[in-house]
């Protein structure tokens, strides 16, 4: 019973660390959200050909589990 407490501790840290990243990152956010109506078409497969390859490597892992 006493391993409980050691659990709460990590998940009071992470919950912190996670709010903290939401409040840095939140203005950036915003800022790149304004930026975006600049942005074309070809900036936008720049970011989405690197994100698929990452979605598609997770699921890999995953599926070798």
């Known amino acids: 019973m006493m391993d409980s407490g050691g659990m ?18 939140l203005p950036r956010a915003k800022q790149m959200m304004q930026m975006s109506a600049e942005v074309e078409n070809k900036d936008w497969m720049g970011f989405l050909i690197p994100i698929i390859g990452v979605i598609l490597f997770i699921v890999f892992l995953v599926s070798m589990v």
């Open 8 to 25: 709460d501790w990590m998940k009071i840290l992470s919950a912190v660390a996670l709010g903290l990243m939401i409040m840095f990152l």
